[in-house]
T-cell receptor, first 117, second 116 residues
Framework: EPEVTQTPSHQVTQMGQEVILRCVPI?????FYWYRQILGQKVEFLVS????????KSEIFDDQFSVERPDGSNFTLKIRSTKLEDSAMYFC???????????????FGPGTRLTVL | AQSVTQLGSHVSVSEGALVLLRCNYS??????LFWYVQYPNQGLQLLLK??????LVKGINGFEAEFKKSETSFHLTKPSAHMSDAAEYFC??????????????FGSGTRLSIRP
């Protein structure tokens, strides 16, 4: 069964450093998402991406964050200068296109735990 | 705008007892509704989804949920709890098919504990 994969599973970084979280969505999916979950809290939407541009972003997704689909398989989340409060589990998800808008069953990856020291 | 409220951050039941996790939603359009389960240190697994077909939805591991429009509820149930059901459960809402607002809004989660 196809699945979303994410690397690394755990990333430790120093405050102020740049990090790139990587995701490989399901191959025939065209909508991509990032969510985050701060320890003990709920899962929060960060950004959705379609046709090489951001479809929607939340208030959390400020100028320190960016997303990219650098090739035909990867989808990345970059945090330019990490802060302590960026420590969280980051989930990538993907969904199929249906008629040009997202078919809403999203498949989640296992997550990357980011720890900022 | 859409939102989800999960009643009870922690629910504890005995093994073999009924599991009932409560979820109420708010949506300006007919919603899609989901229950996800998260085991410790793992990702999100879809338990079941409501997508405007049958109001009683059956999912994996013996769970089911009933969509009640009049009550704006989507409570999750399981007739007999098993020790392996101990996990965090998230109710979630999303815009329906063919809407441009495709993000999923999650509730704050309910931690289910099972007593032997």
């Amino acid at each position: 069964e196809p699945e979303v994969t994410q690397t690394p599973s755990h990333q430790v970084t120093q405050m102020g450093q740049e990090v790139i979280l990587r995701c490989v969505p399901i191959s025939n999916h065209l909508y991509f998402y990032w969510y985050r979950q701060i320890l003990g809290q709920k899962v929060e939407f960060l950004v959705s991406f379609y046709n090489n541009e951001i479809s929607e972003k939340s208030e959390i997704f400020d100028d320190q964050f960016s997303v990219e689909r650098p090739d035909g398989s990867n989808f990345t989340l970059k945090i330019r200068s990490t802060k302590l409060e960026d420590s969280a589990m980051y989930f990538c998800a993907s969904s199929r296109e249906a008629g040009g808008v997202s078919y809403n069953e999203q498949f989640f990856g296992p997550g990357t735990r980011l720890t900022v020291l | 705008a859409q939102s989800v409220t999960q009643l009870g951050s922690h629910v504890s039941v005995s093994e073999g007892a009924l599991v009932l996790l409560r979820c109420n939603y708010s949506s300006s359009v007919p919603p899609y509704l989901f229950w996800y389960v998260q085991y410790p240190n793992q990702g999100l697994q879809l338990l079941l989804k409501y997508t405007s077909a049958a109001t009683l939805v059956k999912g994996i591991n013996g769970f089911e949920a009933e969509f009640k429009k009049s009550e704006t509820s989507f409570h999750l149930t399981k007739p007999s709890a098993h020790m392996s059901d101990a996990a965090e459960y998230f109710c979630a809402v999303s815009a329906p098919l063919y809407s441009s607002a495709s993000k999923i809004i999650f509730g704050s989660g309910t931690r289910l504990s099972i007593r032997p």
